[in-house]
């Protein structure tokens, strides 16, 4: 498929996906874990030795999310975390990592725990001001980790002065766009060295697949050292997760489009709400990242925001437990809207008693508002 039309048509065509051995349209799911060679015991295709990194469905949703992504290449892993492992166990004993504060914290537990084992230097910093990232790079350092915007506090980092910071210190940026996802931000072209997507999120937008991603900007030794450990540690999405994972791309611009405009609007309605302390959400005016936003989102500011509940956390619970079409679960970026108390989920993380993470989905908007509305006491 020609690769100069625009994401939605590139997406909704799978980037050109179809079986030829049936001429479906849809591509066909190869679950065999081995493959055949001939009497001279030469492979009968040359790209498939063995499942663990030779499928031809994992391939082509990687090549589907490099295009969209603007990448020279793309994994994909069983989970997000398994991407997140993958983009740091390159580093050396005895190495140097700079990693965001207030991030999500399945990854800040796992980087704290990793470095620790590997005699790792880590340095956690606040980046709602970069000039505490300007500080830590003035020592040299091997990665910076940076996601924007940041859950659960949609924080906005400036990608294009992390990566001149990072690489003047000679660190590797990676950064989590897992809330922005690649239709709406591409750290790639902003400087960006490794970007990284947990697919289980608004890349898949079904709460059924469990998937992560990680893009490169170009071939380099530490892309090479993450590809090769992948196929030989085994961090492989299956056939049928990818399968999956390949449908749900399919209407991925479609769905971020509408979930960002169900975002702004439930977003400025809570702004303005009596029993609301505070909205955290990137496209507000008043958020404290929405300038850098405003220049490297296109599109929208995403599904996700956070809301403070005027009151204590009986007060909060009481809000959550009320809603009707905002389920009570964890996660984000599914078509249907999610809300979380997240000091039930953190406590020992310091969040807010009374914050409120919504993942909004691609319900009606008037719906939702009504169900917020009603949960709030009005």
């Given at each position: 498929?020609?690769?100069?039309?625009?994401?939605?048509?590139?997406?909704?065509?799978?980037?050109?996906?179809?079986?030829?051995?049936?001429?479906?349209?849809?591509?066909?799911?190869?679950?065999?874990?081995?493959?055949?060679?001939?009497?001279?015991?030469e492979?009968?295709n040359?790209?498939?030795?063995?499942?663990?990194?030779?499928?031809?469905?994992?391939?082509?949703?990687?090549?589907?999310i490099?295009?969209?992504?603007?990448a020279?290449?793309?994994?994909?892993?069983?989970?997000?975390?398994?991407a997140?492992?993958?983009?740091?166990?390159?580093?050396p004993?005895g190495?140097?990592?700079?990693v965001?504060?207030?991030?999500?914290?399945g990854?800040t537990k796992?980087?704290?725990?990793?470095?620790?084992?590997?005699?790792?230097?880590?340095?956690?910093?606040?980046?709602?001001?970069?000039?505490?990232?300007?500080?830590?790079?003035?020592?040299s350092?091997?990665?910076?980790?940076?996601?924007?915007?940041?859950?659960?506090?949609?924080?906005?980092?400036?990608?294009?002065?992390?990566?001149?910071?990072?690489?003047?210190?000679?660190?590797?940026?990676?950064?989590?766009?897992?809330?922005?996802?690649?239709?709406?931000?591409?750290?790639?072209?902003?400087?960006?060295d490794?970007?990284?997507?947990?697919a289980?999120?608004?890349?898949?937008?079904?709460?059924?697949?469990?998937?992560?991603?990680?893009?490169?900007?170009?071939e380099?030794?530490?892309w090479?050292a993450?590809?090769?450990?992948?196929?030989?540690?085994?961090a492989?999405?299956?056939?049928?997760?990818?399968?999956?994972?390949?449908?749900?791309?399919?209407?991925l611009?479609?769905?971020?489009?509408?979930?960002?405009?169900?975002?702004?609007?439930?977003?400025?309605?809570?702004?303005?709400?009596p029993?609301?302390?505070?909205v955290?959400?990137?496209?507000?005016?008043?958020?404290?990242?929405?300038?850098?936003?405003?220049?490297?989102?296109?599109?929208?500011?995403?599904?996700?925001?956070?809301?403070?509940?005027?009151?204590?956390?009986?007060?909060?619970?009481?809000?959550?437990?009320?809603?009707?079409?905002?389920?009570?679960?964890?996660?984000?970026?599914?078509?249907?809207?999610?809300?979380?108390?997240?000091?039930?989920v953190?406590?020992?993380?310091?969040?807010?008693?009374?914050?409120?993470?919504?993942s909004?989905?691609?319900?009606?908007?008037?719906?939702?508002?009504?169900?917020?509305?009603q949960?709030?006491?009005?």
């Amino acid at each position: 498929m020609r690769k100069d039309v625009k994401p939605a048509t590139w997406a909704a065509h799978a980037g050109g996906a179809t079986d030829p051995n049936s001429a479906g349209i849809v591509p066909a799911i190869q679950p065999a874990t081995t493959f055949l060679r001939d009497a001279d015991y030469e492979l009968i295709n040359s790209d498939n030795l063995y499942l663990r990194p030779h499928n031809e469905c994992v391939r082509h949703v990687e090549r589907m999310i490099a295009q969209l992504e603007g990448a020279a290449e793309t994994l994909v892993f069983p989970s997000g975390m398994a991407a997140i492992a993958a983009a740091f166990r390159w580093v050396p004993n005895g190495g140097r990592v700079i990693v965001q504060q207030g991030i999500y914290w399945g990854t800040t537990k796992w980087i704290r725990e990793f470095c620790a084992r590997r005699q790792i230097t880590l340095d956690e910093v606040e980046l709602r001001d970069l000039n505490t990232l300007a500080e830590a790079c003035a020592t040299s350092a091997d990665l910076v980790f940076i996601e924007t915007p940041s859950n659960p506090w949609l924080v906005t980092v400036d990608v294009a002065e992390a990566a001149r910071l990072a690489h003047a210190a000679g660190a590797v940026l990676v950064v989590d766009n897992t809330a922005g996802t690649p239709v709406l931000s591409q750290p790639l072209g902003l400087g960006a060295d490794i970007v990284m997507h947990s697919a289980t999120k608004a890349m898949n937008g079904h709460s059924d697949v469990l998937g992560g991603v990680l893009s490169t900007k170009q071939e380099a030794p530490v892309w090479e050292a993450i590809r090769t450990d992948r196929a030989d540690a085994g961090a492989v999405m299956g056939p049928f997760e990818a399968w999956l994972l390949l449908r749900g791309l399919r209407t991925l611009p479609l769905r971020v489009e509408r979930m960002s405009e169900n975002a702004m609007r439930i977003a400025r309605h809570l702004a303005d709400h009596p029993a609301v302390e505070d909205v955290f959400y990137p496209g507000l005016e008043t958020h404290q990242g929405h300038e850098i936003a405003k220049r490297q989102m296109q599109g929208g500011y995403g599904g996700l925001l956070s809301v403070l509940v005027k009151g204590d956390k009986e007060n909060a619970l009481r809000v959550a437990g009320r809603l009707e079409l905002f389920l009570r679960a964890t996660s984000l970026g599914g078509v249907e809207s999610l809300v979380e108390h997240r000091f039930s989920v953190e406590s020992h993380t310091g969040l807010p008693e009374n914050l409120l993470r919504l993942s909004v989905g691609i319900e009606d908007v008037g719906d939702l508002i009504a169900d917020l509305d009603q949960a709030f006491g009005q």
